[in-house]
């Protein structure tokens, strides 16, 4: 059983996908912790032993890394999945847990890092959007992606329709599946390279890869 350990900020649909995938037994694995930087977040109320790691509270990106550190290693996770984590983190805490920290990105990347990422991809006239599942490393949204899921942009959609589907259609699917193959070492970081059963993934998984358990 790895510890996986859920960074949020918000409303923590993904929180709640990585909950019921380990609840199922679909993800080899337990959440020991759920931190979250805001204490509004309403993902919070998923979790019984959610606690509140608070950015008002340091105001100071290397002071407030730092004590999410702290809480973090408190309960040595195995894995750490930023699920809609809204801050940046220092290369310092990067550092600390490369190789076992993830993100969940809504774009394909490397387009559309940041913020507003279905506005740009309309704004682009982008005939396909979606999101990817990364490594994380200093460089923001920028550290190997190990799976994207892809959806055509239709005529029609809004910055809220094409958020909803890229939300239900692949973000849910593919955040708890990555993590359900980093639980059974499956999928590995080492050496700069992405492992996916043992050979080195060129191209990111997809979600034809899916297995049936995360469709
Ligand atoms: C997701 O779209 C995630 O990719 C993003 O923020 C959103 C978080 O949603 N960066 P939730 O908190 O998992 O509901």
Not at 157 to 171: F, G, K, Y
Not at 204 to 213: F, G, I, K, Q, R
Request: with cysteine.
């Amino acid at each position: 059983m790895k510890k996986i350990a859920v960074l949020i900020s918000g409303q923590g649909r993904n929180l709640q996908a990585i909950l019921d995938a380990c609840a199922e037994g679909r993800i080899a694995g337990k959440v020991v912790a759920v931190i979250s930087d805001r204490e509004e977040a309403a993902g919070l109320k998923k979790a019984a032993h959610a606690q509140v790691v608070s950015w008002a509270q340091y105001k100071h990106r290397e002071t407030f890394c730092a004590a999410l550190a702290d809480a973090l290693d408190a309960q040595r996770p195995d894995l750490v999945a930023c699920a809609g984590f809204m801050r940046v983190l220092t290369p310092q805490f990067t550092r600390s847990f490369e190789g076992r920290l993830l993100n969940i990105h809504p774009s394909l990347l490397p387009r559309h890092r940041g913020l507003h990422t279905h506005r740009a991809a309309l704004a682009a006239g982008d005939a396909q959007h979606g999101a990817s599942v990364h490594f994380v490393t200093a460089e923001l949204d920028g550290g190997p992606v190990l799976i994207q899921g892809r959806t055509p942009v239709r005529a029609g959609d809004t910055e809220a329709s094409l958020a909803e589907r890229v939300m239900s259609e692949i973000e849910l699917k593919i955040y708890p599946q990555a993590l359900s193959w980093l639980a059974r070492g499956l999928l590995i970081w080492e050496a700069g390279v992405i492992r996916f059963k043992g050979r080195p993934l060129q191209v990111p998984l997809s979600l034809d890869d899916l297995e049936p358990a995360f469709r």
